[in-house]
């Protein structure tokens, strides 16, 4: 009897460990999801060491995946503390880190945007939780809307709401907090393009977003973003650099369709203070 208790309390405790080192052994992919899929256009993926996920509507996000888009394809992510993010066609996304605190807050979330078109809007968290990346630039946020563009040379960002900070990778720096300004920075400099500056336009015709709202839920939306294309006193925007697209394409309230399976998607649009 004492040989057979015996047995048995070495079993258990063997099944023990090896429970615990399976769920130390488990893939990033079955990780607690950080962020959920709200909405997906066809050609996207979730790409984490040789393998994609194909994303859809629902579909959870998770620390360590590059998320990747076509031609056609867009992703509009909710994480956990409420912060907004939208990947556009052509782009790619890896989700560095994402440390939550017991409050439903972010203690840390960090992004690396590594080329396309993106649109971010912060969530509850404290302002220094947000950390974006770029090939080009860093970015520190301080209760933000805007938009990102990543180029092979550089990254632009135009701002909607709030203030960030945008450093090249050689530490040169500029704050943006107006409305509508753009700031690019290459490897070596970072400039702001204040609303009036004669060479903004042309920089603010490449933001996909600034264009084009249709795809995107209403809670992803920002009111009145197509004003920020040209100068106050111009009547026309200057030579686009940017596809052309329709004032049509940039409604401000009703529904949409889009999505994977032909999903039908609603929502209230989102405003900004002028």
């Known amino acids: ?13 063997f099944a023990g460990f090896a429970v615990a080192v399976g769920l130390l052994a488990m893939p990033a992919a079955m990780a607690v999801n950080e962020g959920t899929a709200v909405g997906v256009n066809p050609d996207a993926v979730a790409r984490i060491n040789t393998g994609d996920r194909v994303l859809i509507a629902g579909s959870g996000i998770s620390v ?21 993010m939208v990947v556009g066609p052509n782009s790619a996304l890896r989700i560095e880190t994402y440390l939550m605190r017991n409050n439903g807050t972010a203690e840390k979330l960090a992004v690396n945007a590594l080329a ?19 090939p080009t630039a860093a970015i520190a946020v301080r209760g933000t809307e805007f938009d990102i563009l990543v180029t092979p040379t550089d990254t632009r960002v135009m701002l909607y709401e709030g203030a960030l900070q945008l450093c090249s990778s050689g530490a040169d ?48 939306r920002v009111n009145g973003a197509a004003q920020c294309l040209k100068n106050p006193s111009a009547a026309a925007p200057a030579e686009s650099i940017g596809p052309t697209f329709s004032p049509d394409d940039e409604p401000t309230t009703g529904r949409q369709t889009g999505g994977t399976n032909g999903q039908t998607q609603t929502g209230n649009t989102r405003t900004t203070g002028t």
């Open 1 to 13: 009897m004492r040989n057979y208790t015996g047995m048995m309390m070495k079993n258990l405790i």
């Open 64 to 84: 360590g995946e590059t998320l990747v888009t076509g031609p056609r394809g867009q992703v509009q992510i909710i994480f956990a503390d409420d912060t907004h």
């Open 116 to 134: 396309g078109s993106f649109r971010f809007i912060t969530g509850r968290s404290p302002k220094p939780a947000y950390q974006i990346n770029t």
């Open 173 to 220: 720096c500029e704050q943006v907090t107006q409305r509508c300004e753009v700031g690019l920075s290459s490897a070596r400099q970072a400039d702001l393009f204040t609303r009036n500056d004669p060479k903004r336009p042309p920089l603010a015709d490449g933001f996909y977003y600034a264009h084009f709202q249709s795809p995107l839920m209403g809670e992803f």
